[in-house]
Each structure stands twice: as C-alpha cells, then as structure tokens.
C-alpha cells in the first residue's frame, strides 16, 4: 500500500484564511505568559504576551461572527477588527502588518501562495512606516526576513501553502533567534524579542491550522532559561525616558497619520500611528498623556483613550513575595506615592467635557480639574471606565501573579463595579481573579485598597488578602460634606426631589456610606458652618467599636482645599487618640465632578496590621 499523500493546498479562500487565522490566534493566546516575561524591549514593562492576545483576541471574535467566503472581505475584517483592539506597542505594529495585507489582497476572492508572498512584503513596509524609529532586531526584522525568504524567485515553481508555510516557520525561527544578540537589552538579558516571538507563535498556530503536526507545539520555558524570569527582574537601563504608554483612535475624514507621527515624536517616544484615512491609532510614550491627546484632536475625533503607567506597571510585577496582585479604579484616593509604593494597578474612570473624555488622575489630574471647570462654561460628566480597561489589567497581571484582588468602587454609586465584572467573565483564567466591591468611595476605597496591597506585600495568600479585604469593607466607613447639591445637580448624580432644596435651601450636606443602604444623608450644616467639627461629629457617633483602644487608620481628601484638610487632620488627631496613620489625598475628578470646590472627606477604619 503506498503512503498518503498530502493533498497539495494551490489557495487560500475566506473560510480556509478564517480557520488558519484563528489557530494561529488560539496558539499565540496560549503563549501570552512566557511572552509577558520575556518583554524587555522597548521598555521591561512585562506586557507584550498580554497586548498581542488582547488585540488578536478582537480578532479573533472579528472573524468568528464572519462568513465570507471572499479572502480579500475577510483580511478587511481582521485588519479593522485589530485597529480597534490594538493594545500596546507590539499590538499596533502588528495591526498594521494586516492592515498591508489586506490592502495588498484587497480584491482577491482566493489568494494564491505567490499573490500572499508578495503581500508579505508589502505589509512588513507598511508595518515598518508606521513607526517613528524602527528598530532591527525586532519584530520587524522578522517580518522583512521572512518576506525575503518567499520572493518571486526562492521558492520552487509552482509551490503550494505547505511548502509556503514550511520556508516561512523555518525562516522566522532563524530570525528571531537572532534577536538575542541584536540590541543590548536582550542581549543583556539573555532573551528573544518578544514580540518576534509573538509573530513566530501566529505562524507556528496557522501552519498547524493547514496541516496539523507541521508546526507542533513544544514548551517555550525551560529550566534555567532566563526567559522563565519575570521581565522586570531582568537588567536594563533605569526607569524609561518616558512614563505613560499612551494609546487613542483617531477618526476623521482624512487622517494625516505622517504628520501626526511627526508631532508626537516631538513630545514622545516609541511612535506608533498606524491605520487608514479614517481611522487611525496611535502609540506613543510620553509624561503627559493629556499632551499627546490633545495633539490628536488637531487630526480628528479622538476615542478609546488609555494611558498605562509603565513605572508602576513595572513597580507592580516585581518578584519581591507577592503572591497576590491588586488592581483598583482611580475613585480610591490615596497620595500618588502610596500608589507607587506598593504598585497598585489604577485603571482610570472617564472625566468628559463636552466632546473632550479625559482619564481620572492620568489624562487629568485634580489641578488640571479645577482649572478646566473654571475655564469651560461646559458642566463635567463622568463615567465608569470600559470593561476592556480591566480586562487588560486583569489578563496583565494574571500572568505575573497566583491571582488577582479588584477593589472597586461602591456600586451604589457607579456602573464601576459592573464593568469589572463584566471583564472577569471574559479573562482567559478567571478562576484567578476576585472582584470585592468596596461598599465606599474616595479614601474610603483607598484605605481598602491600602489594606489589600499590604497583605500582598506581606507575601499572603489569595485567601487571606481576600479575607483582609472583605474585613477592611466591612470595618470602613466615608463620610463627606458637600458645600452645596448644585455640582451633583449638574453632573446627573441626585434625585429630583433633592434638586429643589439644592435650589432653594442654603445648606450644606454630609453624607454617609453604609453597608446595607449605600450613600445616605447623614445631617445638614448651615452655608460657612464649621465642616470640620461636623464631619468628627458625625464620624464619632458612627464609630464602630465605642471603646478607646481601637487602632484606627484614616484618610482624608479634599477637593482644592489643603488648609480644610489640615485642619481636619489636626481635629482627627484630637479626636481620636488611638491612630495608626493619616492620610491626605486631592478628591479625585471624578468625585470633583459631583461635589465641587470644597468638598471635604474623611474615612475611618478600624485597622488591623497583617500578620506573619
């Protein structure tokens, strides 16, 4: 009996193209741990596994729900579909690398292997131009290496995809080999380019997808291989010369992505702009997020905008014991340096002015609030940040860490809550995370969240940081005072009965979290009564445990008011002998938004330090 042939494939259609993109999709998620760790170029943030995923996992959704049969339709989907999920430096080069393929064989119903070997070339350029500075030794080099390798002329005649796919895995395994030796902070390190090793992954899942065992799957992490280390224990440079990795989508009428590029390179590093006429994303890292947003409203309508912070990302993936990693949205108020130190992850809310979105605390921070409300005759809204932003967060640390600890903001107040939710259904490993709703709002959150990232840091496990957590929300409480109704009118936050004594009534209120019944109004004080003494009041009344050796913790914001705030920290100190520590914070503008100037907070938990 004579062997089995394989049956050559002469082209590649719509569904065929759909099946050998989502094995190749399906491949590539599975290895966005070891590509995590081995991230060190351009800057050690340890996310290059979880960009790549997030965008081909949009992809990925993109050509589930699409059944053309048409090649040329369906390389548009997939290249649309990953410049809207484009995630992160690699995640936009690589959303351009489709965005040229499919210009390329655009109006191709069966693309043939020649047709795709010229479009990989065309597609590595248009990869490489979207990119202020490229840099070889990286993913590029594999793109221009394996085009070369599949030129009119390299292959045999009449070569069908097995044989296409054979020359490109072997091609690309010997380039990205090579980026261990290329530029110094892999070569230091002892690492590959990640994101080469991302496309080489892609290819390895499609060629499975063609012919299965063509490309099987072998284990990336070996011991004593470096790569098996987290990306921030690796060596490199000090911090980056810029902080925030900063990410929005432009539409328009005709974006001019080469003079937006030009710009950003002017306040920035690492640009990125990728798309078409109308619709482009960009990538850049710079310490001003708002700068660079505001650069990109010159070119068109500006969406979907992120801004990670790569200081603390790196601060947050530091193998110092952690078992445990915690991520909260911006309404916990805590001094910026608290943040740092223990590097909670901060996924922001939405501050809009008009058509103008703006990060809490990243885009904006609460100086630049006060100054916009002063200038802008139009009243702020706020919004809870998108599912998405948590599930970057999530799937990021997911990869570092044994779990993740989510803090939110109360649900009584925002839709917050319901967004982390929403992501933790749709993480790749969700029995690795835990969503706590905070049942408060301000410090109030941020002394849950400081009591979270202690016991993390004291090297405890999911179940005991948990249990910290659910102890620290049931032992803390907010309490604030409003000047006025008339900012919380404004911002859409109050009941209709309420806005007629905001209108009618000189007073002002103090509210009050609670466990079971949410936000409460817990007393009134005359227009220029003394907040100070009201607040301590009514906190006194409220105290959990009436005896005097309670160890309590307390936080304190204030909204453009530092003398109220010190005043208020001096009465606390007073009141309350038995304090373990204090402290101030700016409102959040988030919570600006609602309260106004003069907005006063004070939180108080009963604090229990962790344990051994």
């Known amino acids: 009996m004579s062997a089995r042939r394989t049956p050559r494939v002469a082209y590649l259609d719509g569904r065929r193209f759909q099946r050998l993109l989502l094995g190749g999709i399906a491949r ?24 790549l995923a997030l965008t081909f996992t949009a992809v990925g959704e993109r050509l589930s729900n699409t059944s053309t049969r048409h090649a040329g339709e369906l390389l548009a989907a997939a290249a ?9 430096n690699s995640g936009a080069i690589f959303a351009q690398y489709l965005q040229g393929l499919s210009e390329s064989l655009a109006g191709h119903y069966r693309v043939r292997p020649n047709e795709l070997a010229l479009a990989l070339a065309s597609a590595e350029s248009c990869a490489r131009n979207s990119i202020q500075n490229p840099a070889e030794g990286t993913v590029l080099t594999v793109m221009r290496d394996i085009a070369a390798a599949v030129a009119p002329g390299q292959l045999p005649e009449h070569s069908d995809f097995l044989t296409l796919l054979t020359s490109l895995l072997k091609k690309a395994r010997e380039a990205v080999a090579t980026t261990r030796q290329t530029l110094a902070s892999m070569r230091n390190a ?11 992954v892609l290819l390895e899942g499609m060629a499975d997808a ?49 003079g937006l590029r030009a710009e950003l390179a002017q306040v920035g590093s690492s640009v990125v702009v990728v798309g078409s006429a109308t619709k482009a994303r960009l990538h850049v890292h710079v310490n001003d997020p708002a700068q660079a947003f505001t650069i990109a409203r010159r070119y068109g309508r500006v969406s979907a905008e992120k801004a990670d912070d ?9 193998a110092d014991g952690r078992r445990v990693a915690i991520v909260s949205d911006s309404g916990a108020d805590l001094p910026a340096t608290t943040w740092d130190e223990f590097g909670v992850q901060m996924v922001p809310l939405r501050v809009t002015f008009g058509n103008e979105s703006h990060l809490d605390k990243v885009g904006m921070t609460a100086a630049g609030f006060w100054a916009e409300l002063a200038r802008n005759p139009v009243h702020p809204k706020t919004s809870q940040p998108p599912p998405g932003d948590f599930r970057r967060a999530f799937e990021l640390l997911s990869s570092h860490f044994e779990h993740v600890v989510a803090i939110s903001l109360t649900a009584r107040l925002s839709g917050t809550y319901q967004a982390a939710m929403s992501a933790a259904g749709r993480v790749s490993k969700p029995d690795q995370l835990t969503v706590v709703d905070s049942k408060n709002a301000s410090v109030g959150q941020g002394l849950i969240v400081l009591c979270a990232a202690e016991n993390a840091q004291a090297g405890k496990s999911a179940a005991e940081v948990i249990a910290a957590v659910e102890r620290a929300v049931a032992q803390t409480r907010t309490y604030a005072i409003l000047p006025d109704l008339s900012y919380a009118v404004r911002g859409g936050r109050i009941p209709k009965p309420w806005r007629w004594l905001a209108r009618m009534l ?26 100070v003494s009201a607040l301590i009041r009514v906190a006194t009344q409220d105290r959990l445990l009436k ?27 007073a009141a309350f002998p038995q304090v373990e520590s204090v402290r101030v914070a700016d409102l959040g503008p988030a919570y600006g938004v609602h309260g106004g100037p003069g907005t006063l907070v004070l939180a108080i938990q009963e604090y229990l330090p962790p344990g051994p």
């Not at 649309?80 to 992160?88: S, V, W």
């Not at 002892?190 to 080489?200: I, K, T």
């Not at 011991?223 to 060596?235: F, K, N, Q, T, V």
């Not at 790569?310 to 530091?318: A, P």
């Open 28 to 51: 590539l998620i599975g290895e966005r741990g070891h590509l995590d760790r081995i991230n060190v170029f351009p800057v050690p943030d340890g996310d290059t596994g979880t960009n």
């Open 80 to 88: 649309d579909a990953a410049l809207d999920g484009a995630r992160g």
């Open 190 to 200: 002892g690492v590959e380019d990640a994101g080469a090793r991302g496309l080489l």
């Open 210 to 258: 063609l012919e299965p065992g063509l490309a099987p799957a072998v284990a990336v992490i070996e011991d004593g291989d470096p790569s098996a280390r987290s990306s921030a224990e690796l060596s490199h440079d000090g911090p980056p010369e810029h902080r925030y990795c900063t990410e929005c989508l432009v539409i328009g009428s005709a974006v001019n992505r080469d």
């Open 310 to 318: 790569m200081l603390r990302q790196e601060r947050s993936l530091q």
């Open 506 to 531: 000189p007073i002002s209120y103090i509210l009050g979290t609670d466990p079971q019944k949410g936000v409460r109004v817990r007393g009134v004080l005359g227009r220029g009564g003394d907040r």
């Open 547 to 573: 005896s005097g050796d309670t160890l309590l913790r307390l936080g304190i914001a204030h909204s453009n008011s530092p003398g109220a705030a010190e005043a208020l920290r001096t009465a606390c100190s």
